[in-house]
């Protein structure tokens, strides 16, 4: 069915469902090299996660639950692997007991990635792993578009003294020059804050801010057209999805969960509306399994995961 | 409050809801025979689903949880028990170990409800069970209409060299004749395929495919108007439905979860809307309980086939 | 931040989330006093719901999940902290082996808690303590306006030959002149009866009744308006909201759940419509901790109790 | 294999384990009865218990996995199938919001099948239970010997001011005179106490109390050599076993877990030791299946309430 | 540490336990080829099970929950990866659809296994597959011991009308001469039967057969004595595990489990005791993670599985 | 019932278990004081863990488990009540985010608690939390005595670089001469290591291990003998509880179980058998109640806790 030599998931009808390498989408496995378009990458962190813990354990899941994925998008046409050589190139080695260490450890890995022309999609760990990912990709890719979706605006200055944590990491991406505030975009926020200016800081740096009660009853494939046209289809991209983002009937399976979030259609309406930006990497993060008792959070990662390769620029649609 | 003498459900100040017998509303069980108008019974089936199992234990456990419903419905006033004599009949013996066979047992089974004039409600199990029942309701309503509620059209020439189990049915179906593809309608289809022409061949053949992302935010009132107008009101009309179909979000346990499905208010909006057509029989399967850790996928399995009772013609409104 | 004196939750960067005391909020606690405007605090009784129990821990897993919840409201711009005195009384020491003397325990026990003029805001527990509850408020309030979110109307006239249990308790509550049915609407109710008019007795008394098919893919902005001007501005104003008014997709963990309810966006609608009334006492009840496995049933009654404090007349918003 | 026209267990041969009738071992279920020797019925009540509740669902839970149960004992040989005439006689139906009234109908209930000469064997609910049934059998059998296992003694004087909830039942039983206590033996206390000597009131009037301490690391064979001479083998015997006598290791799915309590081995040596007395009726108590999250201690029940059956005088041996 | 080039587990200082690849104890995977001394493969087969399913998942949980072993026994000494070339060889590509079909792939792909001299130790999977692994097996090393824990004795003669399925696969084993009836062991059978005599075909045939009464309380170092004497040092032995043959306490994550069963010590013991028989292969089967809710029954699995690894002729202590 | 001022848990006659304030035993909260004998105290750390993360949590859920505990011992007679002023005073306000950072926030939190001669019994968190705690008390004690039980020796040199964490903490406290390691028994290390010689750093020091298999199938008391003679009556000792030290049956819900450990009844054994040791101070770490099902691994540790009040010098018997 496919036209070229590129990788292919292990297929249901070859191995069933259940068995088969523990990769995601059972695809082969790599080291980090030019031969790749994509690679999935786990980062198994959870220290920076600020109340239920678990998400260490995000990657692994949503592996094992990647194997109901199947290659071809029946709504969209997409053929992510008709299109790319894409490969499961491991995880980062993380220090769990040291989270500054750890930031530095991923930066250095996606450093390695970044040399090899390799556009990552991640699986986290918690948010904070998207700091050190973004520092990598500045240095190829200069100041990014950044399309954040999540509960949270993650733009605290510090929590508990500390500067890099889950909850400030834009903040500092932003203080860095990493993304352009201007071209920055932040959906689905909610609930309740340590003041009721929280969300100002970005606001007025220019990031535009559509919390979650703009979303309800809502198809989002307007909102899509608007950030298209902020960021420009040329812009360097970054997509960075917290699964806290959806709700929590959706995606139970998270460390800090917010009520009346986005739904699970309007998480797919965000990610295929990445199509046409000049997507140059992705993550979803914030997975924690052990709140996640029938795995459905995984699996709904793994398809957003999915979704997210069908977005690169240049997935055919057949 | 009834009547006539139609078995009614034990009521919950005759019996605490959480003790009596262990059959489908409390209802009598019977054998099979010919006083009866429906018969509900149980096809413990999970050897022919390709992911997760546990269906096996779907009857029971939808049984289990079926105790909460009350005999009237408050929207549509529909008094099914005032309307039908309807027991529940018990389980198909099925071969656990042997598929084949499994699918034989079924067709004889429904051989003999059909003997009676019964027209069955089955709680599934995994969806092979529909193709020996299709086959079984054939011999006595030739060509019927179908609607078909499900995350896959289940219309695979063959999975993993077998011709017959959870994801090839309706191809079968179709091709033995069973059901009519021009009035056959499938609804709630999404995610991933092997191939992104997986749901043409049903297309071609004159089924109205209606993909979850049609159905998004929308009343599908309009849709079952369409339905009941595609199919006729004396076509037998035969209504199979995959709880996968609906969000996972709102049912979590089951074998093959797709994200972004149909809400729990359009499921309601489906059966409800088969009121106006000649429905002969139904199915609810693919539930799996050890994923449905609070019981309420079930819960919402034991409502839905509450409302098929509803649905079925001389279905008395109160 | 705040520009008083007035409690304010322990913070999460003086004490992580997952430390710190079990009181709601991580709130001081306090005896019943004249010194606070608003009390929170628990009835732990479930002996009188019909199926699932296990309401009784409620209050402490509300308590348990509701560190998460920030001091500001980041829509509304609520301020509650900053506005009132607001303290966790802890539980009324119900009789958990006698309904009859519990109820009698908590009217006397908010006997109390009226005397020293605290607006109390109450977690459950099983949905019978709202009738205690508001025997007591109608000491000093007199006949008041009641906003009820339930799936089910609460106005059996008997269960089990029992006068007073969570099934009851509206009818009592009517027929004792304790609310004024004028001024009394009911939101959310669905799903099946023990006769296709259970829901016309309140009708026929000139309540309110919005079932769930009515709320289906709709803001209940709209609704809410009706409802403020029904009741008016001045008129004492209680708002009882049991947890199964929401879908089981959204709060799975409750004792008697039905399908196709209302959406966690709708019970914020709801609950922040209340603001313009004059809300004089408020409870939250039917979370059952044993069927919730992840937690957020919990985390969501804690979101929709700081909602609430947010809605009580002279908030703040910032 | 049987040699009389005895009700038998439905076969795992004839119907898959998963499926079949939700009775007890699926046997026949039956009305009560002159024409068993010995039925087992259900007792769903648990508003009478202290900390954790659910033992409600304990008949319906035990019956669910009783259908791994087969009919011969393959240690004792023991074939109470082909030795009785055994069926299942539904649940009692208590009231759920009153505590005392449940405690009438229990009795009364219990006078009925006593009535029929049927030799109860009964699955709680909470142990508060076991004294209506005690007072019925007592006016048949007149002062019955009591073998008691359990974590607790149950032999407050009150609990929150009730005489009657499960932690005061055997001092009210022997204060009536139903029980003998110098023909009673309670196995498994543990733990902590309201005061040092809480076991004393039992010591004092006769009672044989075997701490846990006192089993640990043995084999109980001795021990009820022990109670069958204290016994004798005529007088009317009753066993009352609550579950969280047994270690929670082995029976996780309780209300009160006391650590440090009896092996499941120990268990079976206790239940197969009261061959040799004149067992009359026995209960099996406490299972709680919301904290039974693998079904296991069901599954332990069930397999005690068979060697119950095995016990009782008459049984076969092959 | 190591003095060679073998394979060694990834280690926790190198990648974080729950990062790095889904292979069993983090070894490299490999294919069939003749440079390995043993093979660790999954056969993720459950449709041979007649009571609860889910083993389908055993292969990838035990893998998960293996990181957190390290290579050396701390009470034997034994250092395997020091001792042999292991790694994982994936799983065995079974259709789940048909279970005879399966057998015969199962038997194939051993057949391939044993072509390539690799010893083979196998994660089911349900206990079917043990019996074409004997098959494969037997072509090599003609009739071999065969030691076997187990709380069933797996020698029923059919099952629902089948021949091969997880109840009767040591009856086809001895009948087919795969293994010496004289030198097989049956350790821990337990409960209840079909028969009083369920086990009298493997005694009468030479079987020992170990019931877990014999072993309650007891070292089973005596038994392994024995065990050792019997087989000879010489006899290629097969050791087959059944997680079921250890108690529901320890291992409560299986199929069909049975009370009081092996402790998890004396299960250590038996397969520390099998050093210094010719152990050939193993396996162990049954573990059904959805029952699982620790993880800790495929936690134990892994520990048993490198105990077997330990056990192999050659393993050096250190 | 007590004979002097004490602080008294409150009991379950005043209000019902599951209610009452969010405490350990339910007992006042207090500061830090000089009028404590005895403080308990939580350290919700776990970010020094190695494999699954979750006990951050512990303290909050040992406190909310612990409701089920009464003051009097029913075996030892012991009434810690009667005997010192006993007060929950909190938790220590870790730093989540830095583990360095936290070590210091114990160890000044710890000084101060010394400071007001209190002594401390703390429940964790992850063992990290022992390092800081031993370096107060040493300030106050010198170089105390040590009882450790644990799966595991806790003795590495360093872990992914780090010299402080959960794996470390006991080879720095040797170095840092804080126990003396001829005063130091470890009690329960089993499974695997990372070296055959793992243990022997500590052996090699003069400590006596015992490791699990030393203890199967036996009574601890002459064990405890012996740890009684080894410490002498004066020094002063600290008792170390990892809870999985225990065997996982017992107590599931904790991030690093190892197979084949102690019992319920040999844990209090041992902690009982401090009774007659100079106790000044314990700890019980390693709770993770995310993999804690039923709660129940909570409990255990709370009657654990329990247990070491009881064995502190001057604990009245009754």
Known sequence: MTDNNFNQPLGGNQMPRFGGPGTMFRLPSSDISNDLDIGILGVPLDIGASNRSGTRFGPRSVRNESVLVRPYGMYTKAAPFDSFQIADIGDAPINTFNLADSIRIIEEHYDTVMASNIKPVTVGGDHTISLPILRALHKKHGMMALVHVDAHADINDSMFGEKEC?????????????????????????????????????????????????????????LMEEVREIIGGDTPTYLTFDIDGIDPAFAPGTGTPEPAGLTSPQALEIIRGMWGTNLIGADLVEVSPPYDTSGNTSLLAANLIFEMLCSFPGCIRR
């Open 166 to 222: 889950h909850g400030t990491i834009f903040r500092r991406a932003i203080e860095e020059g990493l993304v352009d505030p201007k071209k920055m975009i932040q959906i689905g926020q909610r609930a309740t804050g340590y003041s009721a200016g929280d969300f100002q800081w970005a606001v007025d740096r220019g990031v535009r801010v559509v919390q979650a009660e703009e979303c309800w009853l809502k198809s989002l494939a307007p």
